[in-house]
């Protein structure tokens, strides 16, 4: 039953611990209010009491019993009992008709065996007793029933407020822990339907910023994250097959084709080249595609320490400038001052190649590649320009991913995997990549923190530092 489900449910409990306080508090304070009224109430009662009685002492007999007559036929100050008693306790005039059991000492006292009107009533009632100087006693006191009439209209009172409120705050109980089941119902249900493989099903948001509808948009951006890997991977393994399928299929064919034809041992190893070539491609590739997994999953930050990305610069140029040299390319050189950051020198070094190597690649004969890295205000950055083809601003994002090759790469030898590997080096060391027009041509750029360095070894910016190398085309 959904009743038994509400009333179990932490929303509904949280209410009735709500009420019980509100109820225990509200009980706490009209008791306080209670005691003070009451307590202040026979105070002032007393105080009037003895302050009449200290009066009488004053007047002579005929005042006094003349004063006690009226107040027996009509009291304004509502005085309930107004006696005169001789020394020995008689009744002389008044009521009540015995003298009460207190102490005749002119101070008020509480007597709890009084009887009013002669019904029997058991009563409370506050009296001050006073000798006059004839040695007759003068009694003055007022009744409690009142007073402990208007103590028993108050509890009533808190009783009757209590209970409406207790139902009021259990009520709105009941209705946000109904509330609060739908919700967790429908976002049962969303979870199942992704449980049973529906991966593009989301958990309901309502936009109300609580903690159910943060928790849900968590989720989501982690669903969104799943799927974005499992497309991803669905990409990949297409185009793994497609990759590896080509170059394996061309050596079997090779290797086919000399075992038929036969020849001499040396044609015979010329075949075996070729096909061995073709493996190793598919062996690079199997390779890159690993060294890309083995980055994004982090496991290579242990290797982390201080990297001059200048003097790795300094190295891959002399690696690259025979290779830009045969392709008629002018390559130059900008990193006077070290360039510190933490990071994996390797991996470093690999994604800085592999821009280069691109750069390279996409740039015609008598172009121009140019290497730069630098430190200013608190980032280091290494750039790579060429003046090639450059990348299409549509394809500025997608060429960062797993095996994409975009239109200019159709023709390029590689496996599309060397951006990558640059952007997951990139990741794992929290810097930041991007690609934009050098017109003509592309600019990639790398930053993140830089290490601080000596005073005396003065950062210059991209523009500004003098190349170390130039080489022009021969």
């Known amino acids: 039953m959904w009743t038994i489900e509400v009333l179990k449910s932490r929303a509904f409990r949280l209410a009735l611990a709500f009420a019980l306080a509100i109820a225990a508090a509200a009980a706490f304070v009209f008791t306080l209010i209670y005691l003070q009224f009451s307590t202040a109430a026979v105070q002032l009662v007393g105080a009037r009491l003895t302050y009449e009685a200290t009066r009488a002492l004053d007047e002579n007999d005929d005042e006094l019993r003349e004063q006690i007559t009226q107040r027996l036929v009509s009291d304004p100050r509502r005085l309930d009992y107004a006696g005169l008693f001789d020394a020995k306790g008689a009744l002389l005039l008044g009521d009540p008709p015995s003298l009460p059991p207190i102490r005749i000492d002119g101070r008020a006292h509480l007597a709890s065996s009084a009887t009013l009107g002669g019904t029997g009533r058991p009563d409370q ?30 509890a009533r009172a808190l009783a009757l407020a209590l209970a409406p409120t207790t139902l009021l705050i259990l ?43 943060r928790v849900a948009r968590d989720v989501n951006l982690m669903l969104d994250e799943i799927w974005r890997l499992l497309d991803q991977l669905r990409h990949i393994g297409d ?8 170059p394996l299929a061309v050596a079997r064919a090779k290797i086919e084709r000399g075992l038929e034809r036969g020849g001499t041992i040396d044609e015979l190893r010329a075949v075996m080249a070729e096909a061995l070539n073709h493996l190793d491609r598919s062996a690079a590739t199997i390779s890159a595609f690993l060294r890309v997994s083995e ?22 140029f002399e690696f690259y400038e025979p290779l830009a040299q045969t392709k008629d390319v002018a390559i130059a050189l900008s990193a006077p001052w070290p360039t510190l950051v933490r990071g994996d020198e390797d991996l470093l070094r690999e994604a800085i190649s592999n821009l280069i190597d691109n750069a390279i690649k996409f740039t015609p004969s008598g172009g121009r590649v140019r290497i730069a890295a630098a430190t200013g205000n608190g980032r280091a950055t290494v750039e790579v320009s060429d003046s090639g083809a450059g990348v299409p601003p549509q394809e500025r994002e997608e060429i960062f991913r797993r095996f994409y090759r975009g239109a200019r790469d159709n023709s390029a030898p590689g496996h599309g995997l060397g951006l990558s590997i640059v952007a997951a080096i990139a990741k794992l060391h929290g810097f930041c990549i991007a690609v934009e027009d050098n017109a003509p041509g592309a600019r990639f750029r790398i930053s993140g923190d830089a290490l601080a360095i000596d005073s005396d070894e003065a950062p210059h910016d ?3 530092a003098p190349p170390r190398r130039l080489r022009a085309p021969a």
């Not at 009296?127 to 028993?152: M, Y």
């Not at 309502?206 to 903690?211: E, F, G, M, Q, R």
């Not at 185009?239 to 080509?246: G, M, N, Q, S």
């Not at 930050?301 to 200048?310: A, I, T």
Request: positive net charge.
């Open 295 to 316: 980055m994004e999953s982090g496991r290579r930050e242990r290797r982390f320490g201080p990297v001059d990305l200048s003097a790795v610069c300094a190295g891959l």
């Open 462 to 464: 991209l523009g500004g």
């Open 125 to 154: 009632a506050i009296f001050v007793a006073v000798r006059r100087v004839d040695g007759a006693i003068l009694v003055l006191g007022q009744s409690l029933s009142e007073i402990n009439d208007l103590r028993e209209t108050v």
């Open 239 to 246: 185009d793994i097959a497609h990759d590896l399928r080509t």
């Open 171 to 213: 009520a709105i109980g009941v209705f946000f822990a109904r509330r609060a089941r739908r919700r967790v119902g429908v976002i049962h249900a969303a979870i199942a339907e992704i449980m049973k493989g529906d991966l593009k099903q989301r958990l309901p948001v309502i936009s109300v910023a609580d903690d159910l509808d």
